[in-house]
């Protein structure tokens, strides 16, 4: 019911969005958020955003370089990530539905991730 996409191959410095399109029922009254998995770590907060776009949320070390933002009548969500150095790289997860935005088992449905790989 979502699906995360637009991850890749990119140098330090560079940008990505990411996407996350949901699919057989409506996310627009949820907050929604995104997490990432690097090797052999485990999985942490990036960002959320509240349905109405009122609040977003960063972990720290993304603050300045990373917008969330989301599109209600396309039930879509994105994630500009731009300065990317090489600790982004990880697999990105989108998810919604939460009670708390940054407690990742507070969320409901989870997309399958998408790779973001940042070279050095």
């Known amino acids: 019911q979502l699906q995360a996409s637009g991850g890749g191959l990119v140098q330090a410095g560079g940008s990505l969005r990411l996407s996350c399109a949901g699919s057989?029922?409506?996310?627009?009254?949820?907050?929604m958020g995104w997490f990432r998995q690097a090797p052999g770590k485990e999985r942490e907060f990036v960002a959320a955003i509240t349905w109405s776009s009122a609040r977003a949320y960063y972990t720290d070390s993304v603050k300045g370089r990373f917008t969330i933002s989301r599109d209600n009548p396309k039930n879509t969500m994105y994630l500009q990530m731009n300065s990317l150095k090489p600790e982004d790289t990880a697999v990105y997860y989108c998810?919604?539905?939460?009670?708390?935005?940054?407690?990742?088992?507070?969320?409901?449905?989870w997309g399958q991730g998408t790779l973001v790989t940042v070279s050095s």
């Open positions: 998810a919604a539905k939460a009670s708390m935005p940054s407690v990742a088992t507070s969320y409901a449905y």
């Open positions: 057989g029922r409506t996310f627009n009254l949820d907050t």
